[in-house]
């Protein structure tokens, strides 16, 4: 399973940025595996790494209906021999027929196991684990979207791919690994910022834990956005439909509009309104 590593990387010509004495890069991370793209493939990196050398032969993950994180476990696991197993959210799905989301997992030999919400938003207590593990372990158990120390550690090794002048780095923020890592690993003088796809302000609060469990203590290069998500998580307003099918006719790249489409725009509100200074070099990752 190799990537393609360095992610490309696409320098956008538009008048919003000429106006604003901008420079802005896609780094089109999306790009580095046909299954697991993007964030997905940095944050299962060094947690295969450990599955192997703990003796699992299982991995056991958490996701909704549509979670990419389900769909890159279960293509990482078929290409490396392992099983999979996906707890999903909701156990009124299982009398409906799979989305093309879960039905790629199946297709990659995924087990699914649909929980009720309440148990699911319990997922993390000793008493659901231990059950779950009893029925489909033993297992290697990875978090929802895949958001732990090992996954911060693969995603704090993006910024040195990056070979040019850049001041800030965007990234789209669930649960919050992919901005913990990439704040993490910035040179000195650069800074971070993510935009939320939920709505709160918990996202931020996940960002400082996992970079305090990973590291010791958060590091003060970053912030979250937390006024551009859209009504909250898979939700989309005209506004962001109308911005997504825009910026594929500028520049030919339509954004996903659950993460990367809600980030992109949030970039733009933003430049709009002046909140960077002339020069300033940005790149925003396409996680996939």
């Not at 003796?55 to 993950?61: C, P, V």
């Not at 389900?70 to 959210?89: C, E, Q, S």
Request: aromatic share 8%; net charge neutral; proline share 7%.
């Amino acid at each position: 399973m190799q990537p393609r590593l360095p992610s490309p990387l696409r320098e956008l010509s538009d008048p919003r940025l000429a106006a604003s004495g901008l420079r802005l890069w896609l780094m089109r991370d999306d790009l580095i595996h046909p299954e697991v793209p993007g964030n997905k493939w940095r944050k299962l990196k060094y947690n295969l790494e450990a599955a192997h050398e703990r003796g699992h032969g299982t991995l056991l993950t958490f996701g909704g209906a549509y979670s990419n994180h389900i769909r890159a476990t279960a293509a990482a696991g078929h290409a490396l021999g392992l099983a999979t197993v996906g707890v999903v959210r909701g156990d009124e799905l299982a009398d409906r027929p799979l989305n093309p989301s879960l039905a790629f997992a199946v297709e990659r030999g995924m087990r699914l196991v649909f929980v009720d919400r309440v148990t699911y938003r319990a997922k993390h207590t000793p008493e659901v684990l231990e059950r779950l593990l009893a029925a489909h372990g033993p297992a290697y158990v990875l978090p929802e979207g895949g958001s732990n120390e090992a996954a911060v550690r693969g995603c704090a090794e993006l910024p040195a791919e990056l070979d040019v002048a850049f001041d800030v780095v965007c990234v789209a923020v669930g649960t919050g690994g992919t901005l913990a890592g990439i704040a993490a690993g910035l040179p000195p003088g650069r800074r971070a910022i993510g935009f939320s796809a939920l709505r709160g302000d918990f996202p931020a609060r996940e960002v400082a834990e996992l970079q305090r469990r990973t590291y010791g203590a958060p590091t003060d290069n970053w912030r979250v956005e937390t006024g551009f998500h859209h009504g909250g998580y898979a939700r989309r307003t005209a506004e962001l439909d109308a911005f997504v099918a825009d910026f594929a006719a500028r520049h030919g790249f339509a954004p996903e509009p659950i993460y990367v489409g809600k980030m992109l725009f949030g970039l733009f509100e933003l430049i709009g309104r002046g909140a960077f200074a002339p020069g300033t070099g940005i790149v925003a990752v396409v996680t996939g």
